[in-house]
């Protein structure tokens, strides 16, 4: 345990910046998810609309400070590099 005054404090501040960096962790991870059963099921525009609150998602995280700026966007490269290549086979495969 903490003796001093500031140290005390110090260990407030870091438990509740770990439950709120661990609330939006966790929301991003669940639309994520989602984002990759729609993607499955091949309904491209809920996708697409999903892909874009994914993208609002990581850069509120990294206005915060919760995530890395090169993460958020290693992120959402590669979740519409695999929504791009889902569209691609789909349409490889009609032709």
């Known amino acids: 345990m903490p003796n001093l005054k500031s140290q005390i404090k110090r260990m407030k501040q870091a438990e509740k910046a770990r439950l709120r960096n661990k609330s939006v962790k966790t929301a991003i991870k669940t639309t994520i998810k989602r984002f990759e059963t729609v993607l499955s ?55």
């Not at 996708?47 to 090169?70: C, F, P, T, Y």
């Not at 966007?73 to 791009?84: D, E, F, G, H, P």
């Not at 290549?85 to 349409?91: A, D, G, L, R, T």
């Open 41 to 95: 099921e091949q309904n491209f525009e809920e996708a697409g609309s999903l892909l874009a609150e994914i993208s609002r998602k990581l850069d509120k995280a990294v206005s915060k400070g919760v995530l890395h700026k090169n993460t958020a966007a290693r992120k959402k490269s590669r979740l519409s590099q695999k929504l791009n290549f889902v569209k691609q086979s789909i349409q490889k495969e009609s032709v």
